[in-house]
Nanobody
């Protein structure tokens, strides 16, 4: 079974920083894309940042210049460095991976989420 486990969330004041980590484990043949989504109460889940297998990155406009996504292929991990945090960044952050358990099948997988709260 595949698991994505997040860590690093917490409470921080506006202007502060947090670093989120996510590690994938289980029967994984290959990992294509990894990234982070977030969801606030009553709001649709939104893309924050993704990084592909060729290390190309995409960020939501609202976090460009403040957040940096990276990955460690050996550890099957993805990270999100969040700087200059704003109250609007508050929400549950979910780790995402598009991966294959066996060729040629591939599917989306999600972590359980980690809470990020930014106070003003």
């Amino acid at each position: 079974q595949v698991q994505l486990v997040e860590s690093g969330g917490g409470l921080v004041q506006a202007g502060g920083s947090l670093r989120l980590s996510c590690a994938a484990s289980g029967g994984i043949f290959s990992i294509n894309d990894m990234g982070w989504y977030r969801q606030a109460p009553g709001i649709q889940r939104e893309l924050v940042a993704v990084i592909s297998s060729d290390d190309a990155t995409n960020y939501a406009d609202s976090v460009k210049g403040r957040f940096t996504i990276s990955r460690d292929y050996a550890k099957k991990a993805v990270y999100l460095q969040m700087n200059s945090l704003k109250p609007e960044d508050t929400g549950v952050y979910y780790c995402y991976a598009h991966l294959s358990r066996r060729w040629p099948e591939s599917s989306d997988y999600w972590g359980q989420g980690t809470q990020v709260t930014v106070s003003s």
